[in-house]
């Protein structure tokens, strides 16, 4: 298994400062953020896609992973709940045809398939290294929520557990947390947890300049980083 340091610096001699979505969530994994069961396949290979699919369990999620794409919501370069291996294959193609399409001259590097996850609260944790400030932390609601409400609270690194439980309470998506509305309360150790380790990523780490987890999934137990992006200096 590689370190988070042979993952940066294979990325800095391959003239990259964007790590590949399953660079980024090896190194999340790391330092203890759990993250979907994964499989990396070359986008060439439909057998080794199909195979990949088996050998997670239905439903799968699909994901090409490409440096030209920067949203790939946006590019067609998600598919979620695959149910099935003729859906699977349809998606491959779909996703092909969408990345050309809407980023031409755009090159799909991987295909990055993942095991499907519950559904759950979803949130926002991130890292930026600021030249004024120096690191800090980011954290709110998630998913669709991120533009239409802007539920985000920020923090200074380092940072004591109190600091991070009063940067949470400031936030929509911290009342949430402890549920609301006849809501169960959901796990918010998990939670401070991966805030603690986006922390040590960002302090341990100069070369990380980004880090975004969107959406991270909290559960009554636990929590999963679903989408994890990695931006080096």
Do not use: C
């Not at 985000?152 to 929509?172: K, Y």
Request: no cysteine; hydrophobic share 50%; glycine share 8%.
């Amino acid at each position: 298994m590689k370190t988070p340091s042979d993952i940066i610096d294979t990325a800095l001699k391959e003239n990259r400062k964007t790590l590949f979505e399953h660079e980024a969530k090896e190194i999340a994994r790391a330092v203890g953020i759990i993250v979907p069961r994964s499989v990396v396949v070359e986008p060439r290979d439909s057998k080794a896609v199909l195979s990949a699919a088996e050998k997670l369990g239905f439903p799968v999620v699909l994901k090409a992973e490409s440096l030209e794409v920067l949203h790939k919501t946006d590019a067609g370069a998600v598919a979620l709940d695959i149910t099935n291996s003729s859906a699977l294959a349809k998606a491959v193609e779909d996703m092909k045809a969408a990345v050309a399409r809407r980023v031409p001259g755009a090159r799909i590097h991987y295909f990055l398939l993942e095991k499907m996850m519950p559904s759950g609260l979803e949130l926002l944790i991130g890292g930026l290294r600021d030249e004024q400030f120096g690191p800090s932390v980011a954290f709110g609601l998630g998913g669709v929520w991120v533009e239409a409400l802007k539920d985000a609270a920020f923090g200074v690194l380092p940072m004591l557990r109190e600091e991070i439980l009063d940067m949470i309470s400031e936030t929509t998506a911290g009342m949430f947390l402890k549920g609301f509305r006849g809501s169960p309360p959901l796990d918010q150790e998990a939670t401070i947890g991966i805030v603690n380790a986006v922390s040590k990523l960002m302090t341990g780490f100069p070369m990380i300049g980004e880090i975004d987890m969107n959406p991270v999934r909290v559960y009554a137990r636990g929590a999963a980083a679903l989408d994890v992006r990695i931006i080096l200096k």
